[in-house]
């Protein structure tokens, strides 16, 4: 197996795409350089701020977004083809009650939580949430998960948020 970054995940990309392959500590130094070139409070979501946020939203499979469809193959496949066997370009229309893009297929998403396998046994796996491009009909498109967040995959990127606190008093009623 040839060594895979998110400069070259093993299929073509380009600056419209997600980044891809990419560990969670990866993901967590992108929302410190952010936040230290903006001023600004970036981070990843948790998985209450991810299951807020998405239990509003459609998951119907190719409607709603990039996922295993007849582009690529295997079994639990989706009947529609949306011609990209992998990610797609990050772009697709918000829904949902936060109007929030993206949150079916194309890659799971890193979270800020850990997944603890046993009781006192320390971080096993990171959360992951969402669903990609490899998700089929047999998959939970909304669900969180875990995966090893010391190695990036072809299927995870991350999104960040921005904490916004209240400045000054609030405005007045007119």
């Known amino acids: 197996l040839s060594q895979r970054d998110w400069r070259d995940p093993g299929y073509a990309q380009?600056?419209?795409?997600?980044?891809?392959c990419v560990s969670h500590a990866d993901a967590r130094a992108y929302a410190a350089w952010l936040s230290a070139r903006t001023g600004r409070t970036y981070r990843l979501p948790t998985a209450a701020e991810?299951?807020?946020?998405?239990?509003?939203?459609?998951?119907?499979g190719c409607r709603d977004g990039n996922v295993r469809d007849r582009s690529e193959g295997g079994g639990d496949r989706y009947?529609?083809?949306?011609g990209h066997a992998e990610?797609?370009?990050?772009?697709?229309p918000a829904t949902g009650p936060y109007a929030i893009a993206g949150l079916v297929g194309n890659v799971r998403e890193w979270l800020a939580d850990c997944r603890e396998r046993g009781a006192g046994k320390g971080c096993d796996e990171?959360?992951?949430a969402g669903s990609s491009w490899r998700s089929g009909t047999d998959d939970e498109l909304l669900g969180v998960d875990g995966a090893d967040g010391e190695r990036g995959w072809t299927d995870v990127g991350f999104r960040v948020v921005r904490e916004v606190g209240l400045h000054g008093p609030p405005p007045r009623a007119p």
């Open 14 to 20: 380009d600056d419209s795409h997600p980044v891809v």
């Open 50 to 60: 991810w299951r807020r946020i998405s239990a509003g939203q459609p998951a119907r």
């Open 79 to 82: 009947d529609c083809r949306d």
């Open 126 to 128: 990171r959360a992951v």
């Open 87 to 92: 990610t797609s370009p990050a772009a697709g």
